[in-house]
């Protein structure tokens, strides 16, 4: 059975620290690893992650993944209180399939 | 301007009703899903349609039922609604199969 599992599942943290965000997963046909960030409503898209080792940045968040310890890492430096949300990693299977984790909810206090 | 618009945002239902919700994306994708997001936060992809064809149907009761009636419009229909049914339910859209959906804003679902 496909398992996505996030950590820390959530935390607090001041602005300006920096945090970083886990997600490893076991699926059948991983064709990429996208990230989302979800605030109230729609998940809004972040990053696809399709070769090992190359990180994507956008800004204060980046992203890496690895394909042989099958897992990926979101970072975010200088947090605002902005980036308050929840972080979700999906890997993309077959057929267009995102396979969700639970999320990790970020709460950024001023 | 919105590119996925889902109607109604919020729906408030007794159990055993029917219900629609209504899907439509400006983007010009050819790909649009329907994914259940339950009150653990959870997001499972419940169908997928490519240019009207069902491509995934998730183990999903037969009471819910995806209406594709072309590349822009997925509808979802359930019937005999349960209290198990509510649920944040998100339309999306891709082109292609390579991800990097863009979400419509969820209609909320409550069944009393």
């Known amino acids: 059975e496909d398992k996505v599992v996030q950590s820390p599942l959530s935390l607090v943290v001041h602005e300006g620290d920096t945090v970083t965000l886990n997600c490893s997963y076991e699926v059948t046909n991983f064709r990429s690893l996208l990230w989302y960030k979800q605030e109230k409503k729609a998940p809004t898209f972040l990053f696809m992650l399709t070769s090992s080792g190359i990180e994507k940045k956008s800004g204060r968040l980046s992203s890496i993944l690895d394909k042989k310890e099958l897992f990926s890492i979101l970072n975010i430096t200088a947090t605002q209180t902005g980036d308050s949300a929840v972080y979700l990693c999906?890997?993309?299977?077959?057929?267009?399939?995102?396979?969700f984790g639970a999320g990790t909810q970020v709460v950024v206090t001023p | 301007d919105t590119a996925v618009s889902q109607t109604p945002k919020y729906l408030v239902t007794q159990m055993g009703n029917d219900k629609s919700i209504k899907c439509e994306q400006n983007l010009g994708h050819d790909t649009m899903y329907w994914y259940k997001q339950d009150s653990k936060k959870f997001l499972k992809i419940m169908f997928s349609y490519n240019n009207k064809e069902l491509i995934i149907n998730e183990t999903v009761p037969n009471r819910f039922s995806p209406k594709s009636p072309d590349k822009a419009h997925l509808n979802l229909h359930i019937n005999s609604l349960e209290l198990g049914d509510s649920a944040v339910y998100f339309c999306?859209?891709?082109?292609?199969?390579?991800?990097?959906?863009?979400f419509g804003s969820g209609t909320r679902l409550t069944v009393v």
């Open positions: 999306a859209s891709s082109q292609g199969f390579q991800g990097g959906y863009t």
């Open positions: 999906a890997p993309l299977v077959d057929w267009g399939k995102l396979q």
